[in-house]
């Protein structure tokens, strides 16, 4: 790998935790105050997350197993915010039966 290379997956790889933190943080608001703009910008933000990974996987020059990793990661990033939100809601649901 050439330090240009280096530099261009370091980059799109840092992009893509961004972009994919970002839908969390979008969607997360956006169910909990019932806004559909912040759907839309998190809707969006997934997108991006999306495409820098197929770019990661067309254009570096990591070896198949790491692209293959990354794209799977970032197809798991849409289920990690609706999953992890309804079990914070249902934990905070059964604090009220304990009291």
Request: proline share 5%; with cysteine.
């Given at each position: 790998?050439?330090?240009?290379?280096?530099?261009?997956?370091?980059?799109?790889?840092?992009?893509?935790?961004?972009?994919?933190?970002?839908?969390?943080?979008?969607?997360?608001?956006g169910?909990?105050?019932?806004?559909?703009?912040?759907?839309h910008?998190?809707?969006?933000?997934?997108?991006?997350?999306?495409?820098?990974?197929?770019?990661?996987?067309?254009?570096?020059?990591?070896?198949?197993?790491?692209?293959?990793?990354?794209?799977?990661?970032?197809?798991?990033?849409?289920?990690?915010?609706?999953?992890t939100?309804?079990?914070?809601?249902?934990?905070?649901?059964?604090?009220?039966?304990?009291?």
């Amino acid at each position: 790998m050439t330090p240009e290379a280096l530099i261009q997956t370091a980059v799109m790889m840092g992009l893509l935790v961004l972009a994919g933190g970002a839908w969390s943080l979008l969607y997360c608001l956006g169910k909990t105050r019932t806004r559909a703009d912040f759907m839309h910008m998190a809707l969006g933000c997934y997108i991006v997350a999306l495409g820098l990974a197929v770019a990661i996987g067309v254009y570096s020059p990591l070896s198949p197993g790491w692209k293959a990793l990354v794209l799977v990661s970032a197809l798991a990033y849409a289920g990690i915010p609706p999953i992890t939100l309804r079990y914070l809601e249902q934990i905070h649901d059964h604090e009220g039966e304990e009291a």
